[in-house]
């Protein structure tokens, strides 16, 4: 469910910056490295773009020890508890020129002021792939996260050393589960006892 959520981020976000008059498929979701390691590359996929990208992971650990086991058909089936995970995504604007990278910057935060729950009741997004077809049930919250300037420092060092205008959200709990049944087992329909007296 990883790539499945940004990318449902993703459009969500292009469809509020093409509604605010900001251009249209204006939001790609790739690594931002690859245009600042290539910025006068022909490829011009990234130019004029808000970019989404994602930064870290963090695994939920409140949630680890959770039951490992469901009832299906009668019996008793047991799985790996389920990954939860903390995301941490970059939205990064290299529009064409400084102003509309402010306004996109803005456009991007007022979103997710006005919209911070997203699950399959309340965001309706584009199937038109298999993986994305796939997807059935999916409730996640996505907050602003504020590094310190030493943290922002290390962030645009590792991604290749310039800075544009970008903001860094988290989400917290995306869960990604295998479909795989560890071991299985009978239910416990009837206890049998003997009493000894004693006496």
């Not at 390691?37 to 959770?66: F, G, H, R």
């Not at 409730?139 to 903001?167: H, Q, R, V």
Request: proline content about 3%.
């Amino acid at each position: 469910m990883l790539y499945e959520a940004l990318e449902i981020l993703r459009e969500q976000v292009a469809i509020y910056i093409n509604d605010s008059g900001l251009g249209s498929d204006k939001v790609s979701l790739d690594s931002i490295t690859h245009f600042i390691d290539n910025p006068n590359t022909d490829d011009e996929e990234l130019d004029n773009k808000v970019i989404l990208s994602l930064l870290n992971l963090q695994e939920e650990s409140s949630l680890k020890n959770q039951r490992n086991f469901a009832v299906q058909n009668g019996n008793p089936v047991y799985k790996n508890n389920p990954v939860h995970l903390n995301a941490y995504v970059l939205f990064t604007c290299n529009r064409n020129d400084y102003a509309f990278s402010l306004r996109s910057l803005a456009a991007v935060i007022e979103y997710f002021q006005g919209k911070k729950i997203f699950n399959h009741k309340n965001t309706v997004f584009t199937r038109n792939t298999q993986i994305m077809q796939a997807v059935k049930e999916f409730n996640f919250t996505i907050e602003l996260y504020t590094p310190s300037f030493e943290e922002l420092n290390y962030i645009w060092s590792m991604l290749g050393g310039k800075a544009y205008p970008a903001a860094v959200y988290k989400i917290n709990l995306i869960n990604i589960e295998r479909e795989h049944i560890a071991n299985q087992g009978a239910l416990l329909t009837q206890i049998n006892t003997t009493y000894i007296d004693i006496n």
